[in-house]
């Protein structure tokens, strides 16, 4: 009723056909009550909050980098960034980069002494 302004009662009285109820049902937005109850938070992510959200996520993966590449040598680097919580997703820790062995034996390259390069 609040969208198109007319009683779902009128189906009822024989004032909208079937058709034409079924139509305006299928066409309500994707903001409104319906489409809440029967999606929970994700009806209000469409695709320009999926794409905001990405974009915040590249800049904040961009900060994290340009932190980590000026962070003075043997201080802690800073922890990575978690992503934009994003309704219906799990949010999970990434996994930690390759260890120096990992990435030699992934290039077959022999790990030089001391196990650091």
Excluded: C, K
Excluded at 41 to 47: H, I, N, P
Excluded at 71 to 99: F, H, K, M, N
Excluded at 103 to 108: H, P, S, T
């Amino acid at each position: 009723m609040r969208h198109y302004g007319i009683d779902l009662l009128d189906h009822y009285r024989g004032q909208v056909s079937r058709r034409r109820l079924r139509v305006l049902i299928q066409h309500l937005p994707r903001d409104g009550a319906l489409a809440r109850e029967l999606r929970g938070e994700a009806a209000d992510w469409g695709l320009g909050e999926q794409l905001l959200a990405a974009a915040v996520d590249q800049l904040a993966a961009a900060n994290w980098m340009y932190a980590a590449a000026h962070t003075a040598e043997g201080a802690d680097p800073p922890e990575r960034p978690l992503p934009v919580p994003r309704p219906g997703i799990e949010q999970t820790p990434e996994p930690a980069g390759a260890s120096p062995a990992q990435i030699a034996a992934f290039f077959g390259a022999p790990l030089p002494q001391g196990g650091q390069r």
